[in-house]
């Protein structure tokens, strides 16, 4: 991701003046990438109860927080790009983003293929 927001950064035309509300934008954006896949535990037995819940909790949380202080980047970044930078970076967005999960990935917590979700379990979540 890194090489590509520089790919962007020269794609773009960020200008010497405009630098460091580019740096707080693709720090913002970095900051919001998804973690590694959790290592399998060693002390499954020692598991206390809720602790994925838990952990899933607080790394959401996180995730807001970091969520509003790219938010408030964008806008500052918005503000201080032309109009010509505006529609290129319109453009090469896509290829900033992380491509949409593969057809039938269901995602951590999702039941596995052939069990009937309870009710009320997330659309997106079904298989």
Known sequence: MAGMLSA???????RAEQLDVWRDFTDALLALAPPPPPKPEDGAADKQPFSGSIA???HLKADGKKAETLLAAIEKLKAKLSQDQLERMARFEGALLPPPPPPGFMGPGA?????????GFPPHMRG
């Open 8 to 14: 962007a950064e020269t794609a773009i035309g960020i």
């Open 56 to 58: 899933l909790a607080e």
């Open 111 to 119: 039941p596995p293929p052939g069990v009937q979700p309870p009710p």
